[in-house]
């Protein structure tokens, strides 16, 4: 059991298959600040160049405080709807590049708290990647 998990919550179990995000890759999002606890997979699209674009509604449970961005992708959070107001860009990078970790980030603006500005989210596969 993972010694930061919550004891007292209900989602204490995981179904994530594999995927090779060399083929399409996908952003994590993580409850906690550290990149652990209640995640939620954002895949990329790697046919269309705009992205994958992923709305949020006031009835999602979605709540995210960090994020692993694969490298080669580049996540863009809005503050509408419409993916017109950009709010952070993170850019997909290795903690560890030899053993290939992903980087853990911090998020400036928390996805689907009471307050959160964050309204919308792309998922960019970095043609130069």
Not at 9 to 16: H, T, V
Request: glycine share 6%.
């Amino acid at each position: 059991m993972n010694p930061n998990a919550n004891a007292h919550s209900s989602d204490l179990y995981i179904n994530m298959e594999y995927y090779n995000p060399a083929i399409n890759g996908a952003v994590t999002t993580f409850h906690g600040y550290d990149c652990y606890e209640k995640t939620h997979r954002f895949f990329g699209d790697s046919e269309n160049p705009l992205g994958a674009l992923y709305r949020f509604s006031d009835e999602e449970r979605i709540y995210a405080s960090s994020v692993h961005v694969p490298y080669g992708y580049t996540l863009i959070t809005y503050s509408d709807s419409l993916w017109e107001s950009p709010l952070e860009t993170i850019i997909g990078d290795y903690d560890d590049h030899k053993l290939q970790t992903p980087k853990c980030h911090r998020l400036d603006h928390g996805i689907g708290y009471w307050s959160s500005e964050v309204k919308s989210m792309k998922v960019i596969k970095n043609r130069n990647a």
